[in-house]
């Protein structure tokens, strides 16, 4: 378990910290502190999911396609949904931290 410094009171603090023991510092984004939470959005609303985690541009693409394809065809509207909730999903350890130390 590697430690490293606190953004806000440059105190010592683990890497697996969700807040900083120290000042309280949130070390995790939203999303990484609770996964489970982008891809039930996705679930209600697609690429919602991937806007809370910063992809604006990614979700916005897949509430068009998704609304696009169940206009279009249903099963396919429902496999786009589904893989936007898989990608809401995903969680990147390296790009959800507020800051890399
Ligand atoms: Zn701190």
Redesign the pocket.
């Known amino acids: 378990m590697a430690l490293s410094n ?6 010592n ?1 683990s890497d697996a910290a969700r807040t ?6 949130p070390l995790m984004a939203f999303h990484q502190a609770h996964p489970t939470i982008p891809p039930l959005l996705s679930l209600v609303l697609p690429g919602s999911g991937q806007v809370l985690k910063g992809q604006t541009f990614m979700g916005l693409f897949f509430l068009f396609i998704t609304v696009v394809f169940y206009l279009l065809f249903l099963p396919a509207g429902m496999l786009i949904h589904f893989l936007s909730i898989i990608d809401a999903a995903w969680v990147d350890p390296a790009k959800g931290r507020l800051r890399k130390s």
């Open positions: 606190c953004p806000e009171c440059n105190g603090v900083c023991p120290h000042c309280g510092y």
